[in-house]
């Protein structure tokens, strides 16, 4: 592997936190560049922090910060300088109270609904672009891509237009009309591939190592180990919204399975740095798949470490990655805390978005249908616990897969404007 890191100033480690990559195999450590993969081993890399600056962090200071996710500064690799930032300024989204919801699935302990569809592109995708195009900022690149199975397009795009700078942006071609519009909006190169985002992503670290792309950050492949960072502040923000609790029990979606593991990262991190106490016996992290893309839930259920990559199918195309870079990580923090993966049908993600929608006022779009499926599974085979506090997160918004329930749902009468067709029709009785 060559590398392609552009003469620049860097990360600057006087204001961040960071201080090295380090291989998540074999621990081999990296200097802070544009660097993904391990020289030694191929392990994907992950950014290393100063246990002494971390462990400076306060409550106060958070507390005092903007409200967005840069209230995290200090525990993020780059935007300590707000002018160094790239950003659409996502985060500090709802913390949903779903005591209908919990009466519905017979859960006892409170239930909330960790709603990230309010951030500025509609999915918790614009905070991993955040903390990625901050850094590649910094690292000297003046071209952002992705390879996106939809809300990273829409994210990538976006803050490209914001900022001012370049895009060129790659998805498979069967993508949500809602997806694609809301990514060609905002005038960026968006180039649709004929194959699966597998295909996508392939293409991808291909053109990353030549020359013309020598300038371009590919947010999830060349600056990952930044992206990956910044769903870190989805567990973060869980807890302050907790008043600095961490719940019992988390309810993730999966695709490449990074956000699982970050969330779970986070919570380490806020209890050894003494921000918050960890809950008596601990959290567990419960992972969340469709039955046409279940390769990481698959493995746990046959209770083995090799990952066996599949051609996804089905509604739920934000999850459908069959190769899952971080799949392995994902076992190993739902092993070590106790919870489990499930994975849902189309059918049972289709009446999972009515249900919550139904039951708490937040429209999901598919990943958050997988992922209150699966919270109902869970529930039903006892896998989680119903007597302890548990968070789902709802990743994305309905209107973007709107034709998931479009067939489903619609007037529940229709008639005409006189008070004799509305009695007739029961309105009165
Ligand atoms: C990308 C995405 C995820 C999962 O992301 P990974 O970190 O790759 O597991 C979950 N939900 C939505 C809506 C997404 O777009
Ligand atoms: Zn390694």
């Known amino acids: 592997m060559t590398s392609t890191i552009p003469a620049a100033s860097g990360i600057d480690t006087s204001l ?133 199975t939809g809300n990273l397009a829409n994210s990538v795009a976006a803050h490209a237009a914001r900022a001012g700078v370049p895009s060129v942006v790659f ?8 997806k694609v519009v809301t990514t060609a909006v905002y005038g960026g190169d ?37 992206y990956a960072e910044g769903s870190k502040t989805l567990g973060y923000e869980v807890a302050e919204q907790l008043g600095w609790r961490i719940p019992a029990q988390v309810v993730i979606p999966m695709a490449s399975g990074e956000l699982l593991t970050k969330i779970d990262k986070a919570f380490q991190e806020l209890v ?71 994975y849902a049908d189309d059918d049972e993600i289709r009446a999972a978005i009515r249900l919550l929608a139904r039951t708490t006022g937040v429209f999901a779009e598919t990943a958050g249908g997988v992922t209150v499926a699966v919270l109902r599974k869970l529930v039903e085979s006892g896998r989680l616990d119903p007597t302890k506090e548990t968070v789902v997160f709802n990743t994305g918004e309905g209107l973007k897969t709107i034709d998931a329930v479009a067939a489903e749902v619609g007037p529940t009468h229709r008639i005409r404007p006189s008070l004799r067709a509305a009695r007739d029709a029961g309105l009165l009785s």
């Not at 392939?202 to 060349?222: H, K, P």
Request: glycine share 8%.
């Open 16 to 148: 961040s936190p960071a201080r090295a990559l380090v291989c998540r195999a074999c621990s081999a450590r990296y200097p802070l560049a544009a660097q993904h993969a391990c020289y030694e081993c191929f392990g994907p890399l992950e950014v290393d922090y100063d246990a002494t600056a971390l462990a400076a962090v306060t409550r106060a200071q958070i507390e005092a910060g903007p409200k967005n996710l840069w209230r995290y500064a200090a525990l993020l690799p780059a935007g300590q300088d707000p002018a160094s930032r790239v950003t659409l300024d996502p985060g500090l989204t709802p913390l949903v109270a779903a005591p209908h919801l919990a009466a519905e699935l017979g859960v006892t302990a409170p239930l909330w609904v960790k709603d990230d569809s309010g951030n500025p592109t509609h999915s918790f995708k614009d905070r991993v672009v955040s903390v990625a195009l901050t850094a590649a900022r910094a690292l000297g690149f003046t071209r952002y891509a992705c390879a996106s």
């Open 272 to 342: 050894e740095i003494g921000l918050v106490e960890a809950p008596a016996g601990g959290w567990a992290v419960f992972g969340a798949q469709s039955a046409g893309c279940n390769p990481i839930a698959t493995a746990l259920h046959a209770d083995s470490d090799t990952i066996v990559p599949v051609k996804p199918t089905g509604i739920a195309k934000s999850l459908n990655i069959g190769d899952p870079a971080a799949g392995l990580y994902a076992l190993e923090a739902v092993r070590r805390t106790g919870g489990w993966m499930e």
């Open 190 to 226: 968006l180039v649709a591939i004929d194959g699966s985002y597998d295909d996508v992503n392939r293409l991808c670290g291909e053109l990353v190592e030549t020359d013309e792309f020598e300038d371009t950050a590919f947010v999830n492949v060349n600056v990952r180990p930044y």
């Open 171 to 178: 998805i498979p071609s069967d993508l949500e009309q809602g």
